[in-house]
T-cell receptor, first 117, second 113 residues
Protein backbone atom coordinates (compact mmCIF):
# COMPACT_ATOMS: atom_id res chain seq x y z
CA UNK A 1 0.00 0.00 0.00
CA UNK A 2 1.13 3.51 -0.73
CA UNK A 3 2.04 5.49 2.37
CA UNK A 4 3.29 9.01 2.94
CA UNK A 5 5.35 9.86 6.02
CA UNK A 6 6.07 13.30 7.39
CA UNK A 7 8.47 12.79 10.26
CA UNK A 8 8.30 16.35 11.62
CA UNK A 9 4.99 17.03 13.40
CA UNK A 10 6.06 20.62 14.07
CA UNK A 11 8.67 23.01 12.74
CA UNK A 12 9.45 26.64 13.38
CA UNK A 13 11.39 29.23 11.43
CA UNK A 14 12.32 32.86 11.84
CA UNK A 15 10.84 35.30 9.42
CA UNK A 16 13.03 35.75 6.30
CA UNK A 17 14.92 32.53 6.94
CA UNK A 18 14.73 29.19 5.12
CA UNK A 19 13.07 26.03 6.31
CA UNK A 20 12.86 22.52 4.86
CA UNK A 21 9.97 20.15 5.49
CA UNK A 22 10.57 16.44 5.00
CA UNK A 23 8.42 13.82 3.31
CA UNK A 24 9.06 10.21 2.38
CA UNK A 25 6.73 7.85 0.60
CA UNK A 26 6.46 4.20 -0.11
CA UNK A 27 5.43 2.98 -3.54
CA UNK A 28 6.23 0.34 -6.11
CA UNK A 29 4.92 2.52 -8.92
CA UNK A 30 7.19 4.34 -11.35
CA UNK A 31 4.73 6.92 -12.60
CA UNK A 32 3.03 9.12 -10.04
CA UNK A 33 2.65 12.69 -8.80
CA UNK A 34 3.69 14.33 -5.57
CA UNK A 35 2.30 17.49 -4.01
CA UNK A 36 2.64 19.83 -1.12
CA UNK A 37 -0.56 21.37 0.16
CA UNK A 38 -0.86 24.16 2.71
CA UNK A 39 -3.73 24.41 5.17
CA UNK A 40 -3.82 27.70 7.11
CA UNK A 41 -6.06 28.21 10.15
CA UNK A 42 -8.95 28.97 7.78
CA UNK A 43 -8.79 25.25 6.84
CA UNK A 44 -8.72 26.01 3.12
CA UNK A 45 -6.36 23.54 1.45
CA UNK A 46 -4.12 25.29 -1.04
CA UNK A 47 -1.88 23.58 -3.58
CA UNK A 48 1.67 24.84 -3.08
CA UNK A 49 3.68 22.85 -5.57
CA UNK A 50 3.57 19.63 -7.59
CA UNK A 51 6.15 17.27 -9.03
CA UNK A 52 5.73 14.66 -11.73
CA UNK A 53 7.78 11.57 -10.97
CA UNK A 54 9.00 11.26 -14.56
CA UNK A 55 10.59 14.70 -14.41
CA UNK A 56 14.12 14.83 -13.05
CA UNK A 57 14.10 18.58 -12.61
CA UNK A 58 12.93 19.77 -9.21
CA UNK A 59 9.80 21.92 -9.26
CA UNK A 60 9.91 25.52 -8.07
CA UNK A 61 7.18 28.06 -7.42
CA UNK A 62 8.54 31.44 -6.36
CA UNK A 63 9.86 30.97 -2.80
CA UNK A 64 8.86 27.29 -2.72
CA UNK A 65 11.01 24.53 -4.16
CA UNK A 66 11.29 20.80 -3.76
CA UNK A 67 14.11 18.32 -3.54
CA UNK A 68 12.81 15.21 -5.27
CA UNK A 69 14.93 12.10 -4.79
CA UNK A 70 13.08 9.33 -6.63
CA UNK A 71 15.40 6.48 -5.71
CA UNK A 72 15.28 7.45 -2.06
CA UNK A 73 11.52 8.12 -2.29
CA UNK A 74 12.01 11.49 -0.69
CA UNK A 75 10.20 14.74 -1.47
CA UNK A 76 11.15 17.68 0.73
CA UNK A 77 9.80 21.22 0.54
CA UNK A 78 12.05 24.23 0.95
CA UNK A 79 10.53 27.58 1.83
CA UNK A 80 12.89 30.49 1.31
CA UNK A 81 12.53 33.96 2.79
CA UNK A 82 9.78 32.72 5.12
CA UNK A 83 6.87 35.06 5.69
CA UNK A 84 4.31 35.24 8.48
CA UNK A 85 1.66 34.15 5.99
CA UNK A 86 3.49 30.87 5.45
CA UNK A 87 2.42 29.69 8.90
CA UNK A 88 0.15 26.72 8.32
CA UNK A 89 -0.12 22.95 8.34
CA UNK A 90 1.71 21.50 5.37
CA UNK A 91 0.69 18.20 3.87
CA UNK A 92 2.70 16.05 1.52
CA UNK A 93 0.52 14.00 -0.84
CA UNK A 94 0.92 11.26 -3.43
CA UNK A 95 -1.27 10.49 -6.43
CA UNK A 96 -1.10 7.57 -8.80
CA UNK A 97 -3.24 5.65 -11.24
CA UNK A 98 -3.51 2.02 -10.26
CA UNK A 99 -5.22 1.18 -13.49
CA UNK A 100 -8.36 2.17 -15.30
CA UNK A 101 -10.07 4.97 -13.46
CA UNK A 102 -8.55 4.38 -10.03
CA UNK A 103 -6.96 7.60 -8.80
CA UNK A 104 -6.72 8.90 -5.28
CA UNK A 105 -4.62 11.24 -3.20
CA UNK A 106 -2.86 9.82 -0.15
CA UNK A 107 -1.80 12.39 2.42
CA UNK A 108 0.83 12.45 5.10
CA UNK A 109 -0.09 13.44 8.66
CA UNK A 110 1.14 16.97 8.18
CA UNK A 111 3.80 19.32 9.58
CA UNK A 112 2.69 22.38 11.51
CA UNK A 113 4.93 25.30 10.55
CA UNK A 114 5.24 28.29 12.85
CA UNK A 115 6.88 31.48 11.58
CA UNK A 116 8.37 33.68 14.29
CA UNK A 117 8.63 37.43 13.70
CA UNK B 1 -13.83 32.19 -11.50
CA UNK B 2 -15.55 31.23 -8.28
CA UNK B 3 -13.83 28.58 -6.18
CA UNK B 4 -15.19 25.36 -4.80
CA UNK B 5 -18.08 25.99 -2.45
CA UNK B 6 -19.38 23.72 0.27
CA UNK B 7 -22.57 23.98 2.24
CA UNK B 8 -23.24 24.09 5.05
CA UNK B 9 -20.01 25.23 6.63
CA UNK B 10 -20.94 23.97 10.08
CA UNK B 11 -23.34 21.28 11.17
CA UNK B 12 -24.30 19.70 14.47
CA UNK B 13 -26.14 16.38 14.46
CA UNK B 14 -26.96 13.70 17.00
CA UNK B 15 -26.04 10.04 16.84
CA UNK B 16 -28.27 7.99 14.62
CA UNK B 17 -29.28 10.86 12.39
CA UNK B 18 -28.26 11.24 8.79
CA UNK B 19 -26.65 14.20 7.08
CA UNK B 20 -26.17 15.48 3.55
CA UNK B 21 -23.30 17.73 2.57
CA UNK B 22 -23.11 19.64 -0.69
CA UNK B 23 -20.22 20.62 -2.92
CA UNK B 24 -20.27 22.87 -5.98
CA UNK B 25 -17.09 22.53 -8.06
CA UNK B 26 -15.33 25.23 -10.01
CA UNK B 27 -17.16 25.98 -13.22
CA UNK B 28 -15.99 23.57 -15.92
CA UNK B 29 -14.63 21.03 -13.47
CA UNK B 30 -16.19 17.61 -13.86
CA UNK B 31 -14.48 15.60 -11.17
CA UNK B 32 -15.31 15.90 -7.48
CA UNK B 33 -13.50 14.10 -4.67
CA UNK B 34 -14.40 13.96 -1.01
CA UNK B 35 -12.03 13.68 1.97
CA UNK B 36 -12.50 13.30 5.69
CA UNK B 37 -10.09 15.09 8.00
CA UNK B 38 -9.80 14.21 11.69
CA UNK B 39 -7.03 14.88 14.24
CA UNK B 40 -6.45 11.17 14.73
CA UNK B 41 -6.62 9.78 11.20
CA UNK B 42 -5.59 12.85 9.24
CA UNK B 43 -6.88 13.27 5.71
CA UNK B 44 -8.55 10.22 4.24
CA UNK B 45 -10.01 9.78 0.77
CA UNK B 46 -13.71 8.98 0.68
CA UNK B 47 -14.67 8.80 -2.99
CA UNK B 48 -14.41 10.45 -6.39
CA UNK B 49 -17.18 11.21 -8.84
CA UNK B 50 -16.78 11.95 -12.51
CA UNK B 51 -19.56 12.30 -15.04
CA UNK B 52 -22.15 11.36 -12.44
CA UNK B 53 -20.44 8.04 -11.70
CA UNK B 54 -18.44 7.00 -8.68
CA UNK B 55 -14.99 6.17 -10.06
CA UNK B 56 -13.05 5.42 -6.93
CA UNK B 57 -13.80 4.72 -3.29
CA UNK B 58 -11.77 4.76 -0.09
CA UNK B 59 -12.03 2.43 2.87
CA UNK B 60 -15.16 3.72 4.51
CA UNK B 61 -18.31 1.83 5.53
CA UNK B 62 -21.40 1.82 3.38
CA UNK B 63 -22.97 4.48 5.60
CA UNK B 64 -20.97 6.94 3.55
CA UNK B 65 -22.36 7.50 0.09
CA UNK B 66 -22.46 10.18 -2.51
CA UNK B 67 -23.72 11.22 -5.85
CA UNK B 68 -23.00 13.69 -8.59
CA UNK B 69 -25.48 15.59 -10.66
CA UNK B 70 -25.41 16.52 -14.33
CA UNK B 71 -24.10 19.99 -13.46
CA UNK B 72 -21.17 18.32 -11.61
CA UNK B 73 -22.42 19.38 -8.19
CA UNK B 74 -21.96 16.61 -5.68
CA UNK B 75 -23.57 15.56 -2.45
CA UNK B 76 -22.24 13.30 0.25
CA UNK B 77 -24.53 11.48 2.65
CA UNK B 78 -23.74 9.84 5.95
CA UNK B 79 -26.45 7.71 7.50
CA UNK B 80 -26.76 6.50 11.10
CA UNK B 81 -24.21 8.99 12.36
CA UNK B 82 -21.65 7.92 14.95
CA UNK B 83 -19.56 10.07 17.26
CA UNK B 84 -16.49 9.11 15.24
CA UNK B 85 -17.96 10.75 12.15
CA UNK B 86 -17.22 14.16 13.65
CA UNK B 87 -14.74 15.66 11.22
CA UNK B 88 -13.98 18.26 8.63
CA UNK B 89 -15.27 17.07 5.27
CA UNK B 90 -13.39 18.49 2.34
CA UNK B 91 -14.44 18.51 -1.26
CA UNK B 92 -12.01 18.98 -4.14
CA UNK B 93 -12.68 19.50 -7.80
CA UNK B 94 -10.59 19.05 -10.91
CA UNK B 95 -11.14 19.49 -14.61
CA UNK B 96 -11.02 15.82 -15.40
CA UNK B 97 -10.75 12.56 -13.61
CA UNK B 98 -7.51 11.83 -11.90
CA UNK B 99 -5.86 15.09 -12.86
CA UNK B 100 -3.38 16.25 -10.32
CA UNK B 101 -4.76 19.78 -10.14
CA UNK B 102 -7.27 19.40 -7.34
CA UNK B 103 -8.79 22.52 -5.84
CA UNK B 104 -10.29 22.29 -2.39
CA UNK B 105 -13.32 23.91 -0.86
CA UNK B 106 -13.39 25.41 2.65
CA UNK B 107 -14.90 22.26 4.14
CA UNK B 108 -17.92 21.39 6.24
CA UNK B 109 -17.30 20.95 9.95
CA UNK B 110 -19.60 18.16 11.18
CA UNK B 111 -20.04 17.61 14.90
CA UNK B 112 -21.94 14.54 16.08
CA UNK B 113 -23.19 14.62 19.67
Amino acid sequence: AQTVTQSQPEMSVQEAETVTLSCTYDTSESDYYLFWYKQPPSRQMILVIRQEAYKQQNATENRFSVNFQKAAKSFSLKISDSQLGDAAMYFCAYLFNSGGSNYKLTFGKGTLLTVNP
Amino acid sequence: KAGVTQTPRYLIKTRGQQVTLSCSPISGHRSVSWYQQTPGQGLQFLFEYFSETQRNKGNFPGRFSGRQFSNSRSEMNVSTLELGDSALYLCASSIRQGTYEQYFGPGTRLTVT
